[in-house]
């Protein structure tokens, strides 16, 4: 009898998830459909790439590239804009205290998120994103997605994307950009605000240990070669002052150098 009980919660738990899951799902393509019907997805991103300021991909470090995938989405290359291991984590991690919390999304993901301006993170909206995210993957390459994502990410100090960034903390193309400089913006997304160059220098040059660990994770540098790029002295502009760490020589700044 006990068996029995049991055998019908369990079927009745089973059934109950996948209604749940089934009504999610359509309730998910419902609100794509509403979505895309007055914002079309392949459009938003299109605009994108055609804005005047838009540095394509060829125009990024590679060593950007990485040190962005190293920590944001360590299997960007080998997803279909989701990544179920991530999401796994991410689940259990809100759960379990002894994993970081995570929030399992994609750099994918982080793009819709962008180009439609949803930052809730709620439920409702999840689902929306993920459907979104897997028709982007379909219709744009991997090295495009990343492009954009870098070209609309914020980089703190009110700069949007990494042309700004670039010309606006080291008065230079992204293209010029050292491995240092690299790793340390690749780390500034995730938290805009706490690692602004100008105000949380300190805060950023921790953020890019991370940044450095996580490539030496993925085996994209090794050991010896993170604590090199780790070592070299930061020199970045905050307020028409070039800085080094906590010191600061002012300089005058022609206006010429951040066009590119």
Not at 44 to 73: S, W
Not at 131 to 148: G, P, Q, R, T, Y
């Amino acid at each position: 009898m006990i068996k029995k009980f049991f055998r019908f919660i369990l079927l009745s738990a089973l059934i109950f998830m996948f209604a749940a899951g089934a009504f999610y799902y359509f309730y998910s393509k419902q609100q794509v459909q509403e979505l895309t019907a007055s914002k079309d997805l392949n459009t938003l991103f299109t605009e994108v790439q055609h804005r005047p300021d838009f540095v394509p991909g060829d125009q990024i470090p590679q060593f950007l590239k990485e040190a962005t995938v190293a920590l944001e989405d360590a299997r960007y290359y080998e997803h279909d804009g989701l990544d179920l291991i991530g999401l796994v984590r991410a689940g259990i991690s809100q759960f379990i205290p002894i994993f970081d919390k995570s929030g399992g999304s994609t750099i994918t993901q982080q793009v819709i998120k962008n180009l439609y301006g949803k930052f809730d993170g709620g439920i409702a909206w999840k689902g929306t994103e993920m459907l979104l995210a897997l028709e982007l993957d379909k219709n744009f390459s991997k090295d495009e997605i990343l492009a954009v994502y870098l070209n609309i990410i914020n980089y703190g100090d009110n700069y949007n994307g990494i042309g700004q960034a670039s010309a606006g903390y080291f008065a230079c193309t992204p293209l010029q950009l050292n491995e240092a400089e690299s790793s340390l913006l690749a780390g500034i997304p995730q938290s805009p605000t706490n690692f602004a160059l100008s105000t949380n220098f300190a805060a950023a040059k921790n953020k890019q240990k991370v940044v450095l660990d996580a490539m030496v994770r993925h085996h994209m540098v090794t050991q010896e070669q993170a604590d090199q790029i780790y070592a070299e002295p930061i020199h970045y502009i905050a307020y028409g002052q070039w800085l080094t760490g906590t010191a600061y020589i002012p300089i005058q700044l022609n206006e010429s150098v951040f066009s590119f």
